[in-house]
Structures are given as structure tokens and as C-alpha cells.
């Protein structure tokens, strides 16, 4: 099993609703990770958070709003979403400033916008 | 701008056949060269992962081939398997900034039986 978890795995939203996934990891990583993977595509990065500062944002609409309430746990907090936002959401942990320290990815939360 | 180019998009093989997938890249800067792998309904997983002092890493039934002149660097799985069945990305970032990476497009994988 991955030692990054993701909770809700399934998640369906209508266009007005408010929801957040959440993302857990106790590897110790400072830096964590959202990114959006469409079917057949690669992850496309959202945000990155150092050490609970974030440190990217890779211009994600407003409609997504990120919160790293602690090393530990993340949080993206959603609201007004477009069908278009449908995709599977991935955490992902690694360390910072580490030689060869790869991405850790959770199993996502497949997000589903009607 | 494509920075990682993988290819090819699909690949079907013979149980107990070679599988090879080639990524090229194009920022020198890159120094660090994973490959994830990963099955329907999880996400990515760390397989295998070279640095460009290396020209070649062994792990198992994986091996990484990096030629770092022409900007290239290819997975080969010896012996498929048909749970090797996924798709695998390969990826370039920075040694001590993995939140950066540079994914190729993907190739799916499968290993008839």
C-alpha cells in the first residue's frame, strides 16, 4: 500500500458544491503536491507546498484553493467546479533539498463534476 | 514547449518478451531521471531511477540505459510479464527539486500471455 493516503477515493460534485480532498503522509517529506491526471495523460502539476509554505502554483484557477495545515496532512479545498475539472487528483510527498528523492504519489481521489 | 518526449504511446509484447521505452529531453539542466509506473485506479509508483554520471542501471527485470550526449535515456523490461501491464512515464527534474518534474507523455504497456 502507498504511505501517502488520499481520502475520498470517489468523490461526485455538482457545480455548485464545496468539498475538500485530503492527503496524509508520515515519511517525514516537508514538500507535498497536488496534481490533476487526465485519462491517457500525464500528472500536470497544481501546487507545491515547502516546508507548509506555498511555494508553487502553477496559475490553477481560484476554484481550487490548496491548505497545508501542518508537515503532515494536505488539503484542497474545492468549490464551483466545471465539468471540465473531472480528472483523478494525486498528493504526492518527497523530501526537499535531498539527492534522488523521488515523487511519492497517493492512489488520487477520482473526481467526478456533474 | 515539450521539455520530455516519450515514445511510444502503446506497446504490446509477447510474455517473456523485451519491452523497450524511449524518453529524450532537452533542458541540460536536468539531473535527475525517474521512470514511474502505474496501474488503472492508482497512481504513479517510483520504478526505477538513474543520474547522468551513470550510463546504465540494473534493477531486477528493469533496466535504465542513459546516453547523456544525445540526451536519451530508454527503460528496457527483460522477461515481460503480464503483470507488468501499466503504463510507465518517464520523467527529468532537478537532483534536489523532484516537485518539478518533467513528465514524458506515457506509454501503455501490455504483455500478452
Redesign the interface.
Known amino acids: 500500500d ?1 504511505e ?1 493516503t488520499q481520502t475520498p477515493k470517489h468523490l461526485v460534485m455538482g457545480m455548485t458544491n464545496k468539498k475538500s480532498l485530503k492527503c496524509e503522509q508520515h515519511m517525514g517529506h516537508r ?1 507535498m ?1 497536488w496534481y490533476k491526471q487526465k485519462a ?4 500536470e ?1 497544481m501546487f ?1 507546498y ?1 516546508y507548509e509554505k506555498l511555494s ?1 502554483n502553477e496559475s490553477v484557477p481560484s476554484r481550487f484553493s490548496p491548505e497545508c495545515p501542518n508537515s503532515s496532512l494536505l488539503n484542497l479545498h474545492l468549490h464551483a467546479l466545471q465539468p471540465e475539472d473531472s480528472a483523478l487528483y ?1 498528493c ?1 510527498s ?15 481521489t477520482r473526481l467526478t463534476v456533474t | 514547449q515539450q521539455q520530455v518526449k516519450q515514445s511510444p504511446q502503446s506497446l504490446i509484447v509477447q510474455k517473456g518478451g523485451i519491452s523497450i521505452i524511449n524518453c529524450a529531453y532537452e533542458n541540460t539542466a536536468f539531473d ?1 531521471f ?1 521512470w ?1 509506473q502505474q496501474f488503472p ?6 520504478l526505477i ?1 538513474i ?1 547522468p554520471d551513470v550510463s546504465e542501471k540494473k534493477e531486477g527485470r528493469f533496466t535504465i540505459s542513459f546516453n547523456k550526449s544525445a540526451k536519451q535515456f530508454s527503460l528496457h523490461i527483460m522477461d515481460s510479464q503480464p503483470g507488468d501491464s501499466a ?1 510507465y ?1 518517464c520523467a527529468a527534474s532537478w ?2 527539486n ?4 518533467t ?4 506509454t ?1 504497456l501490455t504483455v500478452k500471455p
Not at chain 1, 491517457?40 to 500528472?43: Q, R, S, V
Not at chain 2, 485506479?41 to 517510483?46: E, Q, S, T, V, Y
Not at chain 2, 523532484?98 to 518534474?101: P, T, W
Not at chain 2, 513528465?103 to 506515457?106: E, I, Y
Request: glycine share 16%; net charge positive; hydrophobic share 30%.
Open positions: 502507498t501517502v514538500a503536491y491517457k495523460k500525464p500528472p502539476l507545491v515547502s508553487i494525486l504526492a518527497s523530501q526537499v533539498g535531498t539527492a534522488n528523492s523521488p515523487l511519492h504519489f497517493g492512489n488520487g | 535527475y525517474p514511474y485506479g492508482k497512481g504513479p509508483a517510483l531511477a543520474r503504463t512515464f537532483n534536489t523532484a516537485g518539478k518534474s513528465f514524458g507523455d506515457g501503455t
